[in-house]
């Protein structure tokens, strides 16, 4: 498996991913995470102009079987934290967002295999997830991040803030 920037061409593989994931989310008891279609395409079409998003492959033909958005902090949405601090707090750090795996790669390491990329490209990283995506914060503690408290998205939604340092 190999991680690349994801281009124009996988749009519409990233969008089904993205659909796969919110099936997911459902299933699993996680009911609002990404309603009303988000991250639809034009958050992806952006992320893909940024150079930002970022697809895993296991074939040849560089088909993606799952995606995140990777980016340098400040971040907007953890410029404050409520019930907790993050480590470091001066310190510049990378943030994951949009991070979702298709049906076939559930189980495989993929998940880690993100975390570990963006790790090495900056050893301070934040992260965030509904209270409610039990097999996502299992994940984000498996992989070493450690809860920091709760922050609010734009939308005034709450989120479970995370951090690996």
């Not at 991913?17 to 991250?39: D, H, K, V």
């Not at 993606?64 to 980016?71: E, L």
């Not at 967002?97 to 993929?110: D, E, K, N, T």
């Not at 070493?144 to 734009?154: C, H, M, Q, V």
Request: net charge negative; aromatic share 12%; hydrophobic share 35%.
């Amino acid at each position: 498996m190999r991680i690349l920037h994801a281009t124009e061409a996988d749009a519409d593989r990233i969008f089904e991913i993205y659909n796969e994931a919110r099936a997911f989310m459902r299933e699993s008891g996680n009911l609002t995470q990404w309603s009303g279609g988000y991250p639809g395409r034009e958050v992806i079409e952006k992320d893909i102009a940024d150079g930002r998003l970022y697809k895993v492959c296991e074939d040849e033909d560089d088909a993606p079987i799952a995606v995140f958005y990777f980016g340098m902090g400040p971040d907007s949405t953890y410029a404050k934290i409520y019930e907790g601090e993050w480590l470091c707090p001066a310190r510049e750090y990378g943030v994951i967002h949009r991070i979702a795996l298709s049906r076939g790669a559930h189980g495989r390491g993929v998940g880690r295999m993100c975390f570990d990329y963006c790790f090495g490209i900056i050893p301070n990283i934040r992260i965030d997830t509904h209270r409610d995506n039990r097999p996502m914060r299992s994940s984000l503690t498996k992989a070493g991040f450690s809860e920091r408290g709760i922050i609010y998205l734009a939308s005034g939604d709450e989120r479970i803030a995370y951090q690996r340092v």
